[in-house]
């Protein structure tokens, strides 16, 4: 967790410094248009290949058959190093193709800017799966601290290119560094496999697990696809609108994920091994009330965050990103979108959640349905309230789209556990929104006080840790009042995650150009 930490911390890091040297300009549409499909394949193979090659990979480990282990790990890396290089090749020459079609609104030069960055960052496909690979291949010999710092070594590598670049090579700083930190994902974990002799130059392609790793990672990558798809549509739709929208959105949705990616994404790693034990030995009740405390810390976090973000969100992105390119226009666009990014937050995070315990109990179908159900769902209103709202229209469809994936979830995990303490996690949820409530009052009234805060850096952050500090004070305050149980519960799990020693999930691993 505290790799994760620091990951998220850098990874925000990055988006201040993007914000600084490139604000919404149509050079960083440019760049995150052709960033668009290596994120998708990110946020598949990093989590899907972790997902399906790890259990692969312990049950020779466990079995003490470290030689079919070794042979099956090489053989899946040196495939995909083949493959996917192919893959990046095609991709490469057919770019003047496909990205006229996620930059659909760009005018001819900047079409022309964004399929040159896409050739860019073509390779780092590659990098991405084979990184996955380590991971699995790592984490299946229980070795996790090469894995865990990869996140820091793309943010850290990404942010040295921007600072030393920037000035003579404009966005392509941004580019190059980029793909030089995913190249340090993988490199940070080389030497680790290699210094095990983990991999070997084979290719055996008749080894029983790959088998079971086809069988267990189509599900997977279909779940995972669906959920990556919503960044397709977003920059699709989003491009047709007036230059900034894109970038504007991506902090926007950068700050809401950050409360996600920190506390969501740790809870479930915690809870995942506990619903996975408890249902392989038929302990139904102990599923039911893991899955009643994971929704009830989850809503603890996640609840006074979207209201915080929708109470603060102009001093918050001031603070966090209004400086050299990025101006007061700037801010007033990134702000204006906040609110509408934040409504999603709790029910992605939930979501995540629900999805554990589905994958838990051995249900992968009508998990990977309902996400593709959401998708289709989020470009529907997409379509709908696109000319309308514009950008606005295509965060709250994003909101409403991961709303009801966590509604549909939770009807599911209620049959395959045949029911749990629905009331609890309601009456958690109110108490929680009254005490939100409380807090929202309080930030507005302090905004109703009209001080006026000197224009500079200093001044604008010292007053925002003040009305954040008065926020927290009155939320906490009520929260005892009213004898909100999950302040306890949440900082048992959050210690328990540093007793065990777990390894953070694939969720909280974010690329470092979405």
């Known amino acids: ?18 914000a600084r040297f490139y604000g919404t300009a149509w050079e960083m549409d440019a760049f995150l248009a052709a960033a668009t ?14 997902s399906a090659l790890v259990p692969t990979f312990s049950e020779y480990v466990a079995n003490g058959d470290e030689d079919a282990a070794r042979r099956l790990g090489s053989t899946v890396f040196n495939t995909l190093l083949l493959g996917l290089t192919v893959l990046a090749a095609l991709g490469w020459m057919l770019a003047p193709s496909y990205v006229p079609i996620v930059a659909r609104g760009f005018p001819p030069h900047e079409l022309a800017v964004t399929i040159e960055m896409t050739r860019w960052l073509l390779p780092t496909i590659v990098f991405t799966s084979l990184a996955g690979v380590a991971s699995a291949i790592l984490n299946a010999h229980h070795r996790f601290a090469a894995s ?23 966005i392509y700083a941004l580019v190059i560094g980029t ?27 008749k080894h029983p697990g790959l088998q079971k790793i086809y069988e267990m990672l189509g599900p997977i990558v279909v779940g995972s696809a669906a959920g990556q798809i919503a960044i397709f549509f977003d920059r699709h739709f989003a491009s047709l609108l007036t230059p900034g929208y894109i970038s504007g959105m991506n902090y926007a949705t950068k700050l809401v994920g950050f409360p996600q990616q920190i506390f969501a994404a740790a809870v479930a790693t915690v809870i995942f091994p506990l619903l996975a034990s408890q249902f392989a030995s038929a302990n139904r009740t102990g599923v039911k009330r893991s899955v009643v405390m994971g929704l009830r810390v989850v809503n603890l976090v996640t609840i006074p965050s979207v209201f915080g973000l929708i109470a603060l969100g102009r001093p918050i992105v001031a603070v966090l990103f209004q400086r050299g390119a ?9 702000a204006g979108l906040l609110p509408y990014g934040a409504i999603g937050l709790i029910g992605v995070a939930a979501s995540i959640v629900l999805t554990r315990c589905c994958f838990a109990c051995k249900e992968t179908r009508w998990t990977v349905a309902i996400s593709v159900f959401a998708v289709v769902l989020n470009l529907v209103l997409c379509v709908t309230w696109l000319p309308t709202l514009g950008a606005r229209g295509l965060l709250l469809a994003n909101g409403l789209s991961q709303w009801a994936q ?14 749990f303490d629905w009331k609890a996690v309601a009456g958690s949820a109110l108490r929680i929104l009254v005490c939100s409530l409380a807090m929202l009052a309080a930030l507005h009234w302090i905004a109703a006080l009209g001080v006026d805060v000197p224009p500079t850096f200093a001044a604008r952050a010292w007053y925002l840790v003040g009305e954040l500090a008065i926020g927290a004070f009155v939320f906490l305050g009520a929260a005892r009042m009213l004898g909100v149980e999950e302040l306890g519960i949440a900082a048992r799990m959050i210690l328990q995650k540093f007793e065990r020693r777990l390894p953070s999930p694939p969720e909280s691993r974010e690329a470092p150009i979405a």
């Not at 967790?1 to 993007?18: D, K, P, Q, Y």
């Not at 995913?182 to 496999?193: D, T």
């Not at 966590?406 to 029911?419: D, E, P, S, Y």
């Open 326 to 334: 990025f101006g007061p226009t700037a801010t007033d666009l990134t």
């Open 406 to 419: 966590a509604a549909l979830l939770l009807v599911l995990v209620f049959r395959l556990v045949n029911g």
């Open 179 to 205: 793909g030089l930190g995913f190249a340090a994902q993988l490199s940070v974990q080389l030497p680790s496999i290699l210094r095990a002799r983990l991999y070997r130059p084979i290719l055996d392609l």
């Open 1 to 18: 967790m505290a790799a994760t930490l620091a990951s998220s911390i850098l990874g925000f890091g990055r988006e201040v410094i993007n």
């Open 148 to 170: 865990s710092v990869q996140g820091m070594a793309i943010n850290v590598v990404t942010i040295a290119v921007v600072l030393a670049f920037s000035a003579r090579l404009g």
């Open 37 to 50: 499909i290596p994120t998708i394949l990110f946020g598949i193979f990093n989590g899907a290949l972790v």
